[in-house]
């Protein structure tokens, strides 16, 4: 049962679903923690100094953080300018007299979504009177978008850098206070730890298990950790 409130929050949570803002928050802070968590690993397994993996972590999280913030402007960004150009598509046909015909789809649209023939079809007339209302509604209804909400590119990147480099902390942390074995066994259990929580508050989100997504989470998290510091361990000896 909906709580009172409770469709609004759930209209909030749709619309930051719709905008990626929920994708890029779990995707920044995931990809810091277990990119970082995975390069430093690899440069202790390989036997380096703790200097050295600190430097490495650093060079990892500013590369991270900087790469993702510029694919997240680039795809805001193209993003927006492709429904821009949509919109401006639908302003010509409306100038070029095809103004009927997207409110025959209009009304479809209406129709399909549950509205009765006479009354779809007195809003149609009505969003027809207005240039901005029938651009607006055809976004809306028909297109599948909404021309008031296309995204920021600054802001996306701007919470992508930030996002990555909070995940980016739980690996890193340990390092500029220590290193070795507890640095190591640190690393991975601040990185877990966050990882649980990511986890079940995807699962909470999605309206699964708690304990289902936070576990999916960890277990990511070990086996990665146990791939790169292998990988790591090998190419020491190798190189030795």
Not at 97 to 115: F, H, N, P, T
Not at 160 to 166: A, D, E, G, M, N
Not at 183 to 200: D, R, Y
Request: aromatic letters at 8%; a neutral charge.
């Amino acid at each position: 049962m909906i709580k009172p409130g409770g469709s609004d929050v759930l209209a909030k949570r749709a619309l930051q679903v719709q905008r990626g803002a929920a994708r890029a928050a779990v995707l920044g802070v995931n990809d810091g923690l277990v990119s970082v968590l995975c390069l430093v690993l690899a440069v202790a397994g390989a036997g380096a100094g703790s200097s050295a993996v600190l430097l490495a972590g650093f060079a990892g999280w500013l590369a991270g953080a900087v790469s993702m913030a510029a694919g997240e402007w680039i795809s805001v960004r193209a993003q927006v300018e492709l429904f821009e150009g949509i919109l401006r598509d639908v302003r010509k046909l409306m100038n070029n007299g095809s103004r009927e015909v997207l409110g025959g789809q209009l009304k479809e649209r209406l129709q399909a979504a549950g509205w009765s023939e006479r009354t779809a079809s007195s809003a149609t007339q009505e969003i027809l009177s207005a240039d901005q209302h029938l651009t607006d509604a055809y976004a809306r209804q028909v297109m599948g978008f909404n021309p008031d909400e296309l995204g920021s590119p600054w802001m996306a990147a701007g919470s992508s850098f930030l996002l990555f480099t909070v995940g980016a902390l739980a690996p890193l942390v340990p390092w500029i206070f220590g290193g070795g074995v507890v640095a190591i066994v640190l690393s991975i259990t601040l990185t877990g730890l966050v990882s649980l929580v990511i986890g079940g508050f995807i699962g909470a989100s999605s309206g699964k298990s708690v304990i289902y997504g936070a576990l999916r989470q960890l277990l990511i998290v070990i086996f990665a950790s146990a791939v790169t510091y292998a990988v790591g361990y090998l190419f020491g000896i190798t190189v030795g």
